[in-house]
Each structure stands twice: as structure tokens, then as C-alpha cells.
Antibody, heavy 119, light 108 residues
Framework: QVQLVQSGAAIKKPGASVKISCKAS????????IHWVRQVPGQRPEWMGW????????YYSQRFQDRVTITTDTSASTGYLDLRSLSPEDTAVYYC????????????WGQGTSVIVSS | EIVLTQSPGTLSLSPGERATLSCRAG???????LAWYQQKPGQAPRLLIY???NRATGVPDRFSGSGSGTDFTLTISRLEHEDFAVYYC?????????FGQGTRIEIK
């Protein structure tokens, strides 16, 4: 079955960077775009961007494009989210999600990675 | 960016009752790229419905979706105990994916 397993929780200081991994299994990694979505507790999910393992193409939400890099490593079947210049407002749970090949929705999700930004 | 507004914010219902959740888009977008997700505390969202009315794999048939244009509905015909959760709609348009603010279904 499809599994996306993310790296563990992180505590960062303002101005630092965080890199989260998302290891995929149970399907052909190149066949599905990997997206990243974050969610502040009690709030709606917020889409951040995607990376296509088949060709390396990436696209980011305008809100994050200046400080985010999303990549995929096909040899490791793993996606990565790199977020820089962290502020307390970046405290959230970060999810990777697999885009369904049938449309513009997400049919598989990682378990989430909690990132706390605090001095 | 498409703004999605869900209503009501909270539904207080009893097991066995029918739940009707609404999702309204701020502008009409061509295509039926509207999905519904269920989220329980401490868990990732789970896909229920895609393209407005298609049930995802393994989703019970008590869940159904409808709508087009700007108005979409998720219906749960008879609530089971495991259905008490938060539900989000999600829309794709212009290379952006947007979520509604959620509807919480709580036990009355």
C-alpha cells in the first residue's frame, strides 16, 4: 500500500532553516508528483508547492517561493522540503502528499512533521 | 487565488443522523477539481471525495459529494461514530491548491 513516512519533529530558532524528508513506498515514485502542505494547529491546511520526480520540475506557492525549496531524489524515493528564514509564524505541522494521477487532489499523505520555531 | 468558504463551522449531530456540509468557492472555475478530506486529531487528512462526486478507494458509500461551479456539498447519509471529525474541501485552480477552513462534526 502507499506509504509516505516523514522525518521527525524539529525545534528551530528564528532565522534558521529546516529540512524535512518524505520517503515513499508501495508505488512507482516517479509516477506521482509530491506536494507539501502545512497546517497550523486549528487552522486550515495551506499548500506550499510541489516537485515532480519524473522530470525534476518544481512549482511553489507565491507565499513561500522566496524561501522554500522542494526536491525529490528518485534513487531514494524521497521528497524533501527545505524552508529557510524561519519565524514563529512557521510553527506548524508539515505534510507531504502524493498527487493522485486522476486529478488535482491528494490521495496519500505523510504522517506529518511538527516544526516549532521559538527563541 | 480561489477562496473556499465552508459552512457551517460546526455541526452537532447524533449517530445515525444525516450531515450536510457546504463548500462555496469565491469564483467559478472550469473543471470539477473539488475534493473533500476528513481529518481526525493528530492525523493527516484523508481523501474522501475527488472531482466533486467520486468516492476515493475504500470510502464507505454513506459519503457522497455533489455540486459544480461555485457550490459543492458533502453528504454523510447516516453518521457513524468514526465520522465525527473535521472535514475540509480543497479546490485546484490556476496552479494553486486551496483548502476551506473546515467543518467540525461533533457528537450532540
Amino acid at each position: 500500500q502507499v506509504q509516505l513516512v516523514q522525518s521527525g519533529a524539529a525545534i528551530k530558532k528564528p532565522g534558521a532553516s529546516v529540512k524535512i524528508s518524505c520517503k515513499a513506498s508501495g508505488y512507482t515514485f516517479r509516477s506521482h508528483v509530491i506536494h507539501w502542505v502545512r497546517q497550523v494547529p486549528g487552522q486550515r491546511p495551506e499548500w506550499m508547492g510541489w516537485s515532480n520526480p519524473a522530470n525534476g520540475n518544481r512549482y511553489y506557492s507565491q507565499r513561500f517561493q522566496d524561501r522554500v525549496t522542494i526536491t525529490t531524489d528518485t534513487s531514494a524515493s524521497t521528497g524533501y522540503l527545505d524552508l529557510r528564514s524561519l519565524s514563529p509564524e512557521d510553527t506548524a505541522v508539515y505534510y507531504c502528499a502524493r498527487r493522485d494521477s486522476r486529478g488535482e487532489h491528494f490521495d496519500g499523505w505523510g504522517q506529518g512533521t511538527s516544526v516549532i520555531v521559538s527563541s | 487565488e480561489i477562496v473556499l468558504t465552508q459552512s457551517p463551522g460546526t455541526l452537532s449531530l447524533s449517530p445515525g443522523e444525516r450531515a450536510t456540509l457546504s463548500c462555496r468557492a469565491g469564483q467559478s472555475v472550469s473543471g470539477s477539481y473539488l475534493a473533500w478530506y476528513q481529518q481526525k486529531p493528530g492525523q493527516a487528512p484523508r481523501l474522501l471525495i475527488y472531482d466533486a462526486s467520486n468516492r476515493a478507494t475504500g470510502v464507505p458509500d454513506r459519503f457522497s459529494g455533489s455540486g459544480s461551479g461555485t457550490d459543492f456539498t458533502l453528504t454523510i447519509s447516516r453518521l457513524e461514530h468514526e465520522d465525527f471529525a473535521v472535514y475540509y474541501c480543497q479546490r485546484y485552480a490556476s496552479s494553486s491548491w486551496t483548502f476551506g477552513q473546515g467543518t467540525r462534526i461533533e457528537i450532540k
